[in-house]
Each structure stands twice: as C-alpha cells, then as structure tokens.
C-alpha cells in the first residue's frame, strides 16, 4: 500500500516535472522578455493587479519581470514536487499556491466570447488545474485527517499469579 501510494504520487508529480522541465529549457532562449503568452496573459489580467501598475502594456510589462516570474514558478514547481513526492503537506502547499497562482493568470478564459475558439481551449486548461488544485486539496486533507502513529511501545502488563 505504500509503494501505490508513492507511484501515485510521483506520477501525479510528473505534470508539474514535466512542465518545469521544458520551461527551464525555454528560460535560457528568452529570458528577458519571457515567452510572449506570459507577458500577455498577465498584462489581460488586470483584474488581478491594480490599475495604476497597469496602465498600457509596456509599463506593465516593465513592471513585471517575466525573468523573474518564470523563475519563481521553476523553483515552485521543482521544490513542491520534490517535497510532494516524499509525502509532505508543504510541498503540496507549495503547487497548490503555484496552481492557484498560474491558472488565474494563465487561462483568463474570462476575457474571451463563449463562441471563441479561445475560449474553449483556455476553459479545458482551466478546469484541468482545478481538477490539480482539487487533487492536492484532497491530499492535504487525508494527510491532515490521518491519526498519527505513536513511537511509544505499549507497556507490557504484569501477570497476576
């Protein structure tokens, strides 16, 4: 049983490996600027941020390191997994914030006519990180509604004679 549950949880893991994985390939072709759907799903979403940090798209993206960003959601993804795979409730906290973080700022389906090609396509992913955030909740929960085991040996009873 704690064999499954360890391959459960590194499979699971495998999403948020993977996908650091081929962001941290990408870091080095675009650094500076971050790849160009970052910058503008974060600067579509300014309901997330405070008007005055966005008032056009240049100031906001200046405002906004996308160096700085991708690197945060790297070091997110790669610490939680790690940690998330060992069985620790930290490293789920830590992609829980990373997912409900990036799924706000990343699938802004909301911006979009229900008609859209767009739309679609960024609803699907949408629902998929809630079905990760779901996940990861639901394992905090049975991590935290666990009792815990006692190390202390029972104490032998005498015999009566």
Known sequence: MAFLS??????FVSVFVLSAYQEFNEFGVDA???????????????RFFPSFYL???AHACAIISMKHLILGAII????????????????????????AISALILYDFYNYDADKKEF?????????SLALLGALLFFIG????????SSKKKATKAKAN
Request: hydrophobic share 45%; net charge positive.
């Open 6 to 11: 360890f391959l459960g949880r590194l499979l």
């Open 32 to 46: 500076y600027h971050g790849p160009n759907w970052i910058s503008s799903a974060i600067c579509r979403s300014k």
């Open 55 to 57: 008032n056009t798209h």
């Open 76 to 99: 997110m993804k790669a610490l939680g997994s790690l940690l998330f795979v060992f069985g620790s409730s930290f490293g789920a906290l830590i992609l829980l914030l990373h997912q």
């Open 120 to 128: 679609a396509q960024l609803f699907a992913k949408f629902t998929q």
């Open 142 to 149: 049975m991590k935290n509604s666990m009792p815990r085991r």
